[in-house]
């Protein structure tokens, strides 16, 4: 091992920047070159036929056969003309990551290429292979992938990708886009309908998102030597580098040139795909880096964000990269997020999280301002839900993220206007180059906004024109946080609709049924908001008097899904079922104990066949220069105490790791898998995980550097 690692590190310095040029001076000329979007379809389909499928899209209608028939000529013509050989339906199972299954437009028999109508709308893959929580067998064994043409086909390298969402044949969703889109629908009919209470032109709400991705870069040789980050995503052992991200050199540091080399790449290859990535620049984390899109739709921007992730995959080989999205691959070091920025935009074009100068839209503000709130307070459980993963757990609450709190940062300016709302007061107005807020309304006062008010510490953040969910983890399909969320917020204004319909029912004009009812809303949802250092201790205590849940792993957090609140509320709106809730459960839980035990089996095997001996051998290296000493007469103390030390070390690693094989057996025969779930947290992960890296981090401060098997953190993470 240790072979490989310095044979990793030479290479190391052997490498060069892997150049790489624009496809052309102008980005414009090849953005989304490879897309089969709205151009591209307008030109090759028949005005009558690009109409049926343009309203379809944004009704959230069935597409009929013969309009589908002509999509897929139109598509297969503009894919072969593009020099693409195959089509392949693409969706993003449970498992995590997206699935493809290719087939050739080549049709053998007819001898000619062919991609029927039927194609396009419905493919069977083998769904064998893919996680149902039991749904197909006990119901029925096969699932097919259906055609979701609300996101547009691209060409990826030959193949033709066909977004589509996975169902069984019985019904039930197998996949991440499923509810999301049922949720999207959801918030669309619900927010219409409240925004119909201040405009009837608005026809329609797109929910839209921008998320920024945060990741890691390491040498591939690097990443080959580290047995654990190959099976397991991350780091399972490694002491923290002394120059380490204390320095918060990094932050908008430069970016290191085999990286901006590697970034300009997938640029380019993300622009082709029309994936509009915007930003980048260099994390807290040392080797760690962000890009973020500029927002767009829900579904097509969690789609381009699944697809970007895998490009960035693919692109990483040519510069002998790695990307981590894993949270938290470096113990001590920041870990990674997936910054979800949402809003709401009307088709009319008015962002419903924007404050503005007009009275009217400003209560329209308030209101979905507001609204937002009460939801993430009514369903703080299922949005922490929403976001658990096994790697997750290791990230939130851990240096510089969020905690496994949930609450809502407004900025200093809007809680002042919610007070005011509250008591019915005044607030003084200040004049200057700022915005002004006005509400119109005698019994809301005017404001002014400071768009630059921030807080990073909040799982949930105003960010002046949008919400901020930044809880989730870098390697999640946000799909799973946006079904929630979006889903909560329908709820939530159907509940405001039906309290102002009843106010004005008694009477109320309807500007001060609205006001009334926002009123009690900002103060039943108070506890939610939260403007202080989420990363402290203070607050955990302040939420716990406050009754706020703290649930710090992923199998007790994902309870919340199965609550019956959780459930009659997913039903309601026709978002999962509760057959569908229980399987995703299932099959969530199933992955955490993979997950977990695949760590253990690591730590075990690279503590006992690769620390452990390294460190005897050093520890005899150590015995022979004190029995050396000793013949010479020299004082030898302080050597006998480090191969103390050592020992100590050593059967600290055997007795944990013949203790965790011993729980292992025994978990293993409980049946239920929730149970099998909570005990592979707390009586293998807590446990032991901990204490073995301890005791190994510790002997790789004693043992002679020539000797450690593993690439270390300074070396894995200061690339140049
Ligand atoms: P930060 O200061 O949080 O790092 P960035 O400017 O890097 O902010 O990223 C902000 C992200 O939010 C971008 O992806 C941007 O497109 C997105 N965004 C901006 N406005 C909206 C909006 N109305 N809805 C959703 N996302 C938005
Ligand atoms: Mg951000």
Redesign the pocket.
């Given at each position: 091992m240790a072979i490989l690692r310095f044979e990793a590190l030479k290479k190391l310095h052997e490498r060069n920047a892997v150049t790489v040029s624009s496809p052309s001076p102008k980005v414009s000329d090849f953005f989304g070159e490879n897309v089969f979007g709205t151009e591209p379809m307008r030109a090759s389909l028949a005005p009558a036929v690009f109409k049926k499928v343009t309203s379809a899209i944004k009704n959230h209608e069935k597409i009929d056969e013969v309009t589908a028939d002509a999509v897929a000529s139109a598509a297969k013509a503009w894919a072969m003309n593009k020099g693409a050989t195959h089509f392949t339906h693409w969706f993003q199972p449970m498992t995590g990551g997206t699935a493809e299954k290719h087939d050739s437009f080549f049709d053998a028999l007819a001898g000619i290429e062919k991609f029927k109508g039927s194609e396009l709308v419905q493919q069977e893959p083998d769904a064998s292979s893919f996680p149902s929580g039991g749904i197909r067998s006990t119901f029925e064994a096969r699932g097919y992938t259906a055609w979701d043409p609300t996101s547009p086909m691209f060409l990826y390298g030959k193949t033709l990708c066909i977004p589509t969402i996975f169902v069984s044949y019985t019904g039930e969703t197998l996949d991440a886009k499923s509810p999301l889109l049922k949720a999207l629908k959801s918030v669309d009919v619900s927010a219409t309908r409240v925004c119909q209470l201040f405009d009837k032109d608005i026809q329609h709400v797109i929910a839209?998102?921008?998320?920024?991705q945060e990741y890691f870069v390491v040498d591939e040789a690097l990443f080959t030597a580290r047995p654990d980050l190959v099976m397991a995503g991350r780091t399972v052992f490694g002491h923290a580098p002394a120059r380490g991200q204390q320095m918060e050199d990094h932050y908008f540091g430069s970016i290191p040139s085999r990286v901006y080399d590697f970034m300009k790449d997938f640029e380019f290859e993300c622009w082709k795909l029309g994936i509009p990535v915007?930003?980048r620049h260099n994390e807290v984390a040392p080797s760690q880096f962000?890009v973020?899109?500029?927002?767009e739709e829900v579904n097509v921007a969690n789609d381009h964000n699944q697809l970007m992730m895998d490009v960035m995959g693919r692109v990483a080989e040519r510069h002998n990269l790695k990307v981590l999205f894993h949270e938290k691959p470096f113990a001590g070091l920041n870990g990674s997020g997936k910054?979800n920025?949402?809003?709401l935009?009307t088709d009319t074009g008015i962002?419903l999280?924007?404050p503005s100068s007009s009275a009217r839209d400003n209560l329209l503000f308030l209101t979905f301002f507001v609204n937002t709130i009460k939801a993430v307070h009514q369903y703080a459980d299922l949005l922490r839900a929403s976001i658990a993963t096994a790697a997750n757990d290791f990230r939130l609450g851990a240096n510089e993220a969020p905690p496994a709190i949930m609450s809502v940062f407004i900025g200093a300016q809007m809680t002042a206007v919610l007070d005011e709302m509250e008591k019915k007061g005044n607030v003084k107005i200040e004049k200057g180059d700022n915005m002004y807020m006005k509400l119109g309304i005698d019994q809301i006062p005017e404001i002014i906004l400071d768009a630059t008010d921030?807080n990073r510490t909040s799982p949930f953040a105003f960010?002046g024109?949008?919400f901020?969910f930044r809880a989730v983890g870098a390697s999640d399909n946000c799909a799973t946080p946006m079904a929630v969320l979006n889903l909560i917020v329908a709820e939530q204004l159907d509940q405001f609709y039906d309290a102002v319909s009843r106010e004005m029912e008694k009477g109320a004009e309807k500007r001060l049924a609205i006001v009334t009812v926002l009123r009690k809303y900002i103060k039943e949802s108070k506890d939610i908001r939260f403007e202080g250092d989420g990363y402290s201790d203070e607050w955990v205590k302040e939420a716990a008097r406050r009754g706020m849940k703290n649930i710090k792993n992923m199998p007790r957090a994902i309870e919340a899904y199965l609550s019956k609140e959780s459930i009659k509320l997913f039903e309601k709106h026709g978002v999962m079922s509760h057959k569908e809730l229980e399987a995703r459960n299932e099959i969530r839980l199933e992955a955490y104990i993979k997950r977990v035990q695949i760590e253990a089996r690591v730590i075990g095997d690279l503590a006992m066949n690769h620390i452990i001996p390294t460190a005897i051998a050093y520890q005899n290296k150590l015995i022979q220069n004190a029995n050396g000493l000793k013949g010479l007469g020299v004082d030898n103390k302080a050597v006998i105490q480090t191969i103390k030390e050592i020992s100590g070390h050593i059967d600290t690693i055997k007795n944990g790791v013949r203790q965790m094989i011993e729980e292992r057996k025994r978990i293993n025969k409980i049946t239920d898998t929730h149970k099998r779930a909570f005990a592979y947290c707390d009586d293998i992960k807590e446990k032991y995980f901990d204490e073995i890296r301890d005791a190994v981090d510790k002997l790789e401060l004693l043992v002679d550097d020539e000797d450690w098997p593993l690439a270390k953190y300074r070396e894995m993470l200061f690339l140049r």
């Open positions: 839209s998102l921008g998320p920024e915007r930003t962000e973020a899109p500029l927002f910054h920025n949402w809003s935009i962002n999280y924007a921030r960010t024109n949008k901020e």
